[in-house]
C-alpha cells in the first residue's frame, strides 16, 4: 500500500529524472577513481532547484592502482550491500551500481528489495536471488534493475567503462 503511494506521489517520469542525476553523479566521482561505497537515499540530498546530489563520502575511498583498483573492506549499509562485499572478495566501482540499484527500487516501491529484521537475514536474501519484479513495473525499469542486480559484478550495468550509461532509457 505505502509502496503504490509512494509510486503515486513521484511518478515515474520523476524518478528517471532523479535517477540520471544520481547516474551523472556517480559517474563523476568514479572518473575521479572515488568509491561512494554507501550509496543509498539517506545519501541522496534535493536541492531546492530539485537537483540530486550524492553526499555523505564519510566510507567512500579512492581506488589506488597499485592494488587493482580493488577493495576489500566490508563496509556500508547491509541493504544496499552488494554480493561481492557480503562474500568477502575483492571490489571496486561496481559496488555502487549495485547500490543505485537498490536505491532506484526502493524509489519505485517503497521498501527495499532485499529484507529482514536482521543484518544476517538481509543479506542472505541478497545472496539468495534477484528481488522479483512488481507486475506493473514498467519495461524500462524491469531492464535496468535486472542489469543493475546483476549479481557477478563484471556482468552488472556500470562495470568497466559503461558507466552507468547503458542503463538508463530515455
Known amino acids: 500500500e505505502q509502496a503504490r503511494k ?4 513521484l511518478g515515474e ?3 528517471w529524472h532523479y535517477a540520471v542525476q544520481l547516474v551523472d553523479g556517480l559517474r563523476y566521482l568514479h572518473g575521479r577513481s572515488i568509491v561512494h ?3 543509498k537515499p539517506a545519501n541522496a ?5 530539485g537537483e540530486v546530489r550524492i553526499g555523505d563520502l564519510n566510507v567512500s575511498k579512492i ?11 566490508q563496509i556500508g ?3 544496499y550491500m552488494a554480493p561481492e562485499i557480503l562474500k568477502g572478495h575483492r571490489y571496486g566501482h ?7 540499484g537498490v536505491l532506484l527500487y526502493e524509489l519505485v516501491h517503497g521498501v527495499t528489495p532485499f529484507t529482514g529484521h536482521k543484518a544476517r537475514v538481509i543479506m542472505e536474501s541478497i545472496l539468495k536471488g534477484p528481488p522479483d519484479i512488481a507486475p506493473g513495473d514498467s519495461e524500462e525499469f524491469a531492464h535496468s534493475l535486472s542489469q543493475l542486480l546483476e549479481k557477478k559484478p563484471e556482468e552488472r ?6 558507466g552507468g550509461l547503458s542503463l538508463i532509457h530515455i
Open 6 to 9: 509512494a509510486r503515486r506521489l
Open 13 to 15: 517520469a520523476k524518478i
Open 37 to 39: 561505497r554507501d550509496v
Open 45 to 49: 540530498f534535493l536541492t531546492a532547484r
Open 63 to 73: 581506488v589506488k592502482d597499485d592494488k587493482g583498483g580493488l577493495m576489500k573492506t
Open 77 to 79: 549499509t547491509p541493504y
Open 94 to 100: 561496481a559496488v555502487d551500481w549495485w547500490a543505485f
Open 157 to 162: 550495468a556500470g562495470f568497466g567503462t559503461k
